[in-house]
């Protein structure tokens, strides 16, 4: 069985710092893997998207990386502002043909950017 | 486009009722789904619908039932609602692309049983 992990639970950062969010899966056969914004009490708001034959996407100053043999990826987020303030989840569609897309979601870190 | 469209956004409910949550997207994707969020426990997958006339059981169904009325619509039943079911529910609808799965989520339904 697929399990995702986020590291940091939590993470209080100063505005302008460049930090790192980790995500790890078990099972490295994935179809891709995605990453979402969610604001308090709103839906996911789509990030990034990593196929599994690339190794990083990039929007603004998002950065995402995926190292699927090691079950890894990482979220960089450049220059961080208090807007950036949200839960960051990371969620993953294991491959196959009884996939049909269903996500695995890790439990999220909760990023706070302070002025 | 509207994306993934939800009602109701809110809903109280008292033991025992029954409700039925909506779920449109306008994407013509195959597979849409039902997730619920609580609180130390993340996102979990309730109900799935590969395609049109298929349903199939998630991680979490009991108490739940769900139709995949079209191509555009899946509802999630709830019959006799328990304050377990307490949660924001989300649906969400993807399109396999030949390589990958990329999923768009609705605003989420807030219920409440008390």
């Known amino acids: 069985k697929q399990e995702v992990t986020q590291i940091p639970a939590a993470l209080s950062v100063p505005e302008g710092e460049n930090l790192v969010l980790n995500c790890s899966f078990t099972?490295?056969?994935?179809?891709?893997l995605q990453w979402f914004r969610q604001d308090p009490g709103k839906g996911l708001t789509s990030l990034l998207l990593?196929?599994?034959?690339?190794r990083e996407q990039t929007s603004g100053r998002l950065n995402a990386s995926l190292d699927k043999s090691s079950g890894r990826s990482t979220l960089y987020i450049a220059a961080s502002q208090p807007g950036d303030s949200a839960t960051y989840l990371c969620?993953?569609?294991?491959?196959?043909?009884?996939?049909?897309?269903?996500?695995?979601f890790g439990q999220g870190t909760i990023l706070t950017v302070h002025p | 486009n509207a994306g993934v469209t939800q009602t109701p956004k809110f809903q109280v409910l008292k033991t025992g009722q029954s409700m039925t949550l909506q779920c449109a997207q306008d994407?013509?994707?195959?597979?849409m789904y039902w997730y619920r969020q609580d609180p130390g426990m993340g996102l979990r997958l309730i109900y799935y619908?590969?395609?049109?006339?298929?349903?199939d059981k998630g991680e979490v169904p009991n108490g739940y039932n769900v139709s995949r009325l079209n191509k555009r619509e899946f509802s999630l039943r709830l019959e006799s609602a328990a304050p377990s079911q307490t949660s924001v529910y989300f649906c969400?609808?993807?399109?396999?692309?030949?390589?990958?799965?990329?999923?768009?989520f609705g605003p989420g339904t807030r219920l409440t049983v008390t």
């Open positions: 619908s590969a395609s049109e006339g298929t349903t």
């Open positions: 990593i196929q599994s034959s690339q």
């Open positions: 099972d490295s056969a994935i179809y891709n």
């Open positions: 969620a993953v569609p294991n491959a196959g043909g009884t996939s049909y897309g269903k996500l695995t």
């Open positions: 969400a609808s993807s399109e396999y692309t030949g390589s990958s799965y990329e999923q768009y």
């Open positions: 994407m013509n994707h195959n597979s």
